[in-house]
């Protein structure tokens, strides 16, 4: 089996937007079993204060960290869906 992605999950606490994208990697995940290719880790951008700098207004924005490419706020369940293929 090959090695799965990492995609970084940048959120925070309070976040609705991110509540949304959260249900939809949920959706995607029962749809295509996502987990086989890919470890989705949730960042708090609170955490880090260069990142909360980065993503402070552009949250929820994934970031696949084998390719460097970022999802930006807005997308949609398809672009989504796109992105991760």
């Known amino acids: ?6 995609i970084i999950f940048f959120t925070t606490f309070g976040c ?6 959260e249900a939809m990697i949920f ?7 996502l987990a086989n ?5 949730a960042f708090d951008i609170i ?3 260069k990142i909360l ?9 994934l970031k696949n960290t084998s ?9 949609s369940f398809e672009e989504l869906d796109d992105w991760l293929d």
């Open 1 to 6: 089996m090959p090695n799965k992605q990492e």
């Open 16 to 21: 609705h937007l991110c509540e949304q994208v």
């Open 27 to 33: 959706a995607l995940n029962q749809q295509k079993n």
């Open 37 to 41: 290719r890919f470890d989705i880790i």
């Open 47 to 49: 955490d880090d204060e």
């Open 53 to 61: 700098a980065e993503y402070r207004t552009t949250i929820p924005v």
């Open 67 to 75: 390719t460097s490419e970022k999802l930006f706020w807005p997308f």
